[in-house]
């Protein structure tokens, strides 16, 4: 995997100018933030060496550097999820490169659905913490100590100067927000109302089928880590719909204006 790793790596210093300060993970629908980057350089998923491409409706399956707010930002324009049949090595890999670039810093975002029943669609959740119940961890396997410890701290995955700087943010463009937990599920069948309401009873916020495995990966090699949950719907038998992947990303379409307002304060401030 390092080898794996170090060829895209080189395929990706190839392409653009700096290592960037920044890389950001877009989730389901929100992928038109990468669109409001400067000086960008876009590089097709297919054309990295090693890299995993998306098949899940809403992700682009697209690397977009530039810069915004004159910081240098490398953006996914969509991820791969573990229920797409990608194990989890090849799930984290672009955190994997992201490390090995030298990226000391990462934003996540996501599509969720909200388990807090005063959550509303669109409303917007920065995470404090997560649960991790896909049934599988991205560290699982060989120890390469080069990366990594064998057994890395997770109590302080989620940087709180950086999530703070988010809701300040958040405020100055006159968006609320609060904190959460996401409940990670492998999927992708959403949630049955039973395991929505032992979700909520384990503390969880939110729930989704994403962003742990890159948090994991990317707090275990020393990255600092903020994320942002957008809620799409309330989550299973909270209310009388059947829930839809269409309705994921109808409810993100809206949702995109105010995140990308809010991401490019953050990066005006930081």
Not at 235 to 251: C, P
Request: glycine content about 8%; overall charge negative; aromatic content about 8%.
């Amino acid at each position: 995997m390092i080898e794996r790793v170090r060829q895209a790596c080189a395929f990706i210093r190839g392409r653009i100018a700096e290592v960037p300060e920044f890389a950001v993970i877009l989730g389901s629908g929100l992928g038109a933030f990468a669109d409001s980057l400067e000086e960008s350089v876009v590089i097709p998923y297919e054309q990295v060496p090693n890299w995993p491409v998306s098949t899940a409706p809403g992700h682009s399956g697209r690397l977009v550097a530039g810069r915004l707010h004159d910081r240098s930002i490398l953006v996914m324009q969509g991820r791969v999820h573990f229920y797409e049949g990608y194990s989890m090595e090849q799930v984290v890999f672009p955190a994997r490169v992201m490390g090995e670039l030298g990226v000391r810093r990462l934003l996540v975002t996501n599509a969720s659905g909200g388990v807090d029943p005063s959550l509303s669609s669109g409303d917007i959740v920065i995470l404090e913490d997560h649960v991790n119940f896909m049934g599988a961890n991205p560290l699982r396997g060989p120890d390469i100590p080069a990366w990594n410890d064998r057994f890395p701290d997770m109590s302080r995955c989620y940087d709180e100067e950086l999530s703070s700087l988010l809701e300040r943010s958040a405020t100055s463009e006159g968006l609320k927000t609060r904190r959460g937990v996401y409940f990670a599920f492998s999927g992708p069948s959403f949630e049955t109302p039973a395991e929505i309401r032992m979700a909520r009873t384990l503390g969880a916020t939110v729930v989704g089928m994403s962003t742990v495995p890159e948090v994991i990966v990317a707090n275990a090699m020393g990255m600092r880590v903020c994320a942002i949950s957008c809620v799409a719907n309330a989550a299973a038998g909270m209310t009388e719909n059947a829930l839809s992947g269409q309705e994921v990303l109808d409810e993100m379409a809206k949702t995109s204006e105010r995140l990308i307002r809010l991401l490019s304060r953050f990066f005006k401030e930081v």
